[in-house]
Nanobody
Framework: QVQLVQTGGGSVQAGGSLRLSCQAF????????MGWFRQAPGREREFVAT????????YYSDSVKGRFTLSRDNTKATIDLEMDNLKPEDTAVYYC?????????????????WGQGTQVTVSS
């Protein structure tokens, strides 16, 4: 069993920055995938960014590429998401996730464990 605990998030004006952190507890802290999804009201949960084991590959959605940076520290079983130049459309609940299928890194159904969710609100 893996438990993911999230910290960070909050409210910021457009153009500002926020940081999210996620720590994994339990089995397999070096899971093949650890990453972030987000869900805005009335919308499906969507892929944001993910890291393969040992951060060999880090993938971003087109909407956040160049603005968000994911980092992974397997010694601490943590991943962080630095979010810069935030836009109102980034407003959502952000979820940390862990999975074991690198070929399906964008598909939320291939992530087995989820954090509790953290609200990020960006005002214009």
């Amino acid at each position: 069993q893996v438990q993911l605990v999230q910290t960070g998030g909050g409210s910021v004006q457009a153009g500002g920055s926020l940081r999210l952190s996620c720590q994994a507890f339990g089995r397999a802290p070096n899971s093949d995938l650890m990453g972030w999804f987000r869900q805005a009201p009335g919308r499906e949960r969507e892929f944001v960014a993910t890291s393969t084991a040992f951060a060999t590959n880090i993938y971003y959605s087109d909407s956040v590429k160049g603005r968000f940076t994911l980092s992974r520290d397997n010694t601490k079983a943590t991943i962080d998401l630095e979010m810069d130049n935030l836009k109102p459309e980034d407003t959502a609940v952000y979820y940390c996730a862990a999975g074991w299928s690198p070929l399906n890194y964008k598909d939320r159904t291939y992530y087995n464990y989820w954090g509790q969710g953290t609200q990020v609100t960006v005002s214009s």
